[in-house]
């Protein structure tokens, strides 16, 4: 099943069945459907005997969605997972996960604006899988990890490299986490629609251009090794995520770089989950 977040006509957060180009409200189909942050209590199962809508409960996909998850406790991200792109940003091969972290405030949907920040002139393109978890997870072993997971979307980890490597002391947090550096979406799509999510490929198209192509099968740490480690630290809750890593091709590698600009168009195209796009513009 494949969920997207939009705005009703009274401004208010709905979830609805997805597919490219149309949208099925769930209030087109229950008399009282989940509010916004009542999904996962739901749960996947009991959204899938919903069964399939008449074509006329359909509509038109709106031009912009909201983030799949509204207010996530926690937007955790993981950095250097691919080997090829810890090569390419001249790290070393990280031995345990490399974890940060974004605010609330850096999610945007598909297909609102990234806002390119004044203050920086190295704002770059990471295209990643992200993880949605569905229950409470505390010591979670790598065994059992899935079950914990709601489904999957596609993320932009949009990163101010300037302000993540060039600052007194190296400002991941900052350089990672201004006002819309986060895109999700289109979709959520649940676990069951996606049975490998090991073996995905993950695609970044910077105005038409395929500049990162890759397959989460490069992944360092898989989800179910990234799951059990982060559940040593921290409960994880239902609506959560966690942004996977990104595959090399970023700009900041490229010779000469290549840097963000108003009017660029970012897609991020995730194997059997969708393409999630947004444009750049400057941030006044």
């Not at 806002?115 to 190295?122: G, I, T």
Request: hydrophobic residues 35%.
């Amino acid at each position: 099943m494949s969920l997207c977040r939009y705005q009703d006509e009274q401004g208010k957060p709905q979830y609805a069945l997805y597919r490219p180009g149309a949208i099925c409200p769930l209030k087109n189909l229950l008399d009282e459907p989940p509010a916004d942050g009542e999904v996962f209590s739901w749960g996947a199962e009991r959204l899938e005997n919903l069964g399939q809508p008449e074509e006329s409960q359909w509509e038109p996909e709106p031009a912009t969605l909201l983030p799949v998850v509204g207010q996530p406790g926690k937007v955790i991200c993981i950095g250097l997972n691919y080997r090829d792109h810890a090569i390419e940003s001249g790290a070393e091969i990280p031995t345990e996960p490399v974890v940060f972290s974004k605010f609330n405030t850096t999610l945007v949907g598909h297909g609102d604006a990234i806002r390119l920040p004044s203050v920086s002139n190295e704002v770059d393109y990471e295209a990643e899988l992200v993880v949605v978890i569905g229950k409470q997870a505390k010591h979670v072993d790598a065994q059992n990890a899935m079950d914990f997971i709601f489904g999957y979307t596609c993320g932009h980890d949009v990163s101010a490299r300037d302000w993540q490597k060039g600052r007194p002391g190296g400002q991941w947090l900052l350089g990672k986490t201004f006002d819309t550096f986060a895109p999700t979406g289109p979709c959520l799509v649940t676990t069951n629609e996606v049975p490998d999510p090991s073996n995905l490929s993950v695609r970044m198209h910077l105005n038409g251009e395929v500049v990162q192509d890759s397959s989460t099968a490069q992944l360092i740490f898989d989800i179910p090794t990234l799951i059990e480690h982060l559940t040593k630290i921290v409960t994880l809750l239902p609506g959560d995520l966690i942004f996977t890593g990104t595959p090399p091709g970023v700009g900041a590698a490229r010779k000469p770089p290549v840097f963000l600009q108003p009017g660029d168009e970012c897609k991020v195209e995730i194997e059997g989950i969708g393409t999630l796009a947004n444009r750049c513009i400057a941030d006044n």
